[in-house]
């Protein structure tokens, strides 16, 4: 007798724009100088393939940050670390 085995859901992540308005201006980005590190850590990662990162993550339960954004954070938390 052969189990069936179930499908595992998608991960479901948080909402992620690092475009989005504010309700009242400024923008996010032009608060941020254009050769500030962020800004290189941001290109570096997006150009990235970091879908091993997604199989990771099980599906169902509340949504989960996502793993990019978590990544840009973590990185650019030790650029400040080891900066000082």
Known sequence: MKRKMR???EPVFK???QDQ???????LNDMVPGNHIVR???HI???????????MYKGGGSS????K????????AYTQVFAA
């Open 64 to 67: 989960s940050y996502h793993p």
């Open 7 to 9: 499908k595992t859901p």
């Open 40 to 42: 290189t850590v941001n």
């Open 45 to 55: 990662i997006d150009s990235m393939d970091l879908s091993f990162l997604k199989k």
């Open 69 to 76: 954004m978590l990544l840009k954070l973590l990185v650019f």
């Open 15 to 17: 909402e992620y724009n």
């Open 21 to 27: 308005g504010w309700l009242f201006p400024p923008n």
